[in-house]
Nanobody, 121 residues
Framework: QVQLVESGGGLVQPGGSLRLSCAAS??????????MGWYRQAPGKQRELVAL???????NYAGSMKGRFTISRDNAKNTVYLQMNSLKPEDTAVYYC?????????????WGQGTQVTVSS
């Protein structure tokens, strides 16, 4: 009933930019999407928070991403974006989106399948 589909990953040179998108598809239920976010997981490391955005547009960033990454969302399209600028090799990771979605009366967190971002010359 719920799918989060990410897109926009790829290979970019250091200093370059990428824009990730994640669209939530919900069928068959009355639903509400609350906080949406991006996480990343580099090889051999734990998944870590990148940024969060509430339905009202309030944002929260992990320290190392502040000033370089911008999270935004389009509530009409159920989509969250991550604009990544001044990318560094250490930003290389699989990036996952997630969303807190209430279907009828049940609230849970859903995850996308991940999109690879590789920063390399």
């Amino acid at each position: 009933q719920v799918q989060l589909v990410e897109s926009g990953g790829g290979l970019v040179q250091p200093g370059g930019s990428l824009r990730l998108s994640c669209a939530a598809s919900v069928s068959g239920s009355i639903f509400t999407i609350y906080t949406m976010g991006w996480y990343r997981q580099a090889p051999g490391k734990q998944r870590e928070l990148v940024a969060l955005i509430t339905s009202g547009g309030n944002t929260n960033y992990a320290g190392s991403m502040k000033g370089r990454f911008t999270i935004s969302r389009d509530n009409a399209k159920n989509t969250v974006y991550l604009q990544m600028n001044s990318l560094k090799p250490e930003d290389t990771a699989v990036y996952y989106c997630n969303a807190d979605i209430k279907l009828q009366t049940v609230l849970r967190t859903y995850w996308g399948q991940g999109t690879q971002v590789t920063v390399s010359s």
